[in-house]
């Protein structure tokens, strides 16, 4: 699929068919996510995958009682690991195999920079892991698109209480759920007019930030 059509194909969706997605497209979305960009390439993103009746009914318990979480044919746990060293060594090495660096001095200069970011407080390697494994949850989205396979990422759910559930380690973040499955023949998600978004010109600022208080969004029903 060309981008653009891929852009505006891309829904969040919460009704989905009983149709199961073969496990050789999820491997070839799983595939695509590892492609998203991350910080030094520390690729701190995991993925949970459930497919199962019992568990995707476990998940629906943490996840504020959100019915697409059992319908979906998969959902989706993202974590982020929050300690920026725990995939650095390999990541570098490829670098210096690859001269993306001149020397193993540059190696150990980049490893002493990943390892002061390791002693950041713990809020902060949170937020770390999030922004580059929220770029792989996004990847993931518009790979199961290409693959004609709908999705829905979601925020709604108790990160201690999923935690707990499926014996998630302390050091990952649970960063987001995406469920994942065939819509629904005639899905409102689909079907419906494409829900608004804000106007480039409010959310493009160049040169000074000046942020506007108002929107202008449902200007037209005015
Ligand atoms: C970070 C994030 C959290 C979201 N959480 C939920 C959620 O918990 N449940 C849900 O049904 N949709 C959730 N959504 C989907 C949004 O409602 C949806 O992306 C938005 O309404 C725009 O619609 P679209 O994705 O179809 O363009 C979430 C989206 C994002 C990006």
């Known amino acids: 699929m060309e981008f653009d059509d891929l852009l505006h194909a ?28 991350s910080g030094y390439n520390l690729q701190p993103w995991e993925f949970l995958v459930l497919r199962d009746d019992e568990r995707k009914s476990t998940l629906k318990e943490v996840a504020n009682g959100q019915d697409h979480v059992e319908t979906a044919d998969t959902a989706v746990v993202v974590l982020g690991h929050t300690d920026p060293m725990a995939h650095a060594e390999s990541v570098f090495d490829d670098w210096l195999a690859k001269d993306y660096l001149p020397s193993e001095e540059v190696r150990e200069a980049l490893l002493g920079n990943v390892e002061g970011m390791s002693e950041m407080p713990e809020s902060d390697r949170r937020t770390w892991t999030t922004r580059s494994t929220a770029l792989a949850a996004m990847t993931l989205m518009y790979a199961a698109r290409d693959h004609g396979v709908a999705s829905c990422p979601m925020e709604g759910f108790g990160a201690d209480a999923l935690t707990e559930a499926f014996d998630i380690p302390d050091e990952y973040e649970p960063v987001m759920l995406i469920t994942l499955g065939y819509a629904a023949e005639g ?21 000074e930030f000046d942020p506007s208080e108002e929107t202008t969004l449902g200007a037209a029903d005015d």
Do not use: C, Q
Not at 11 to 37: G, K, N, Q, W
Not at 187 to 207: L, M, T, W
């Open 187 to 207: 899905a409102a998600d689909v079907e419906n007019e494409r829900k608004a978004r804000r106007p480039v010109e409010e959310i493009v600022h160049y040169g």
């Open 10 to 37: 891309r829904r969040s969706v919460h009704e989905y068919s009983d149709e199961t997605i073969p496990e050789s497209t999820l491997e070839s979305i799983f595939e695509a996510a590892t492609l998203a960009p």
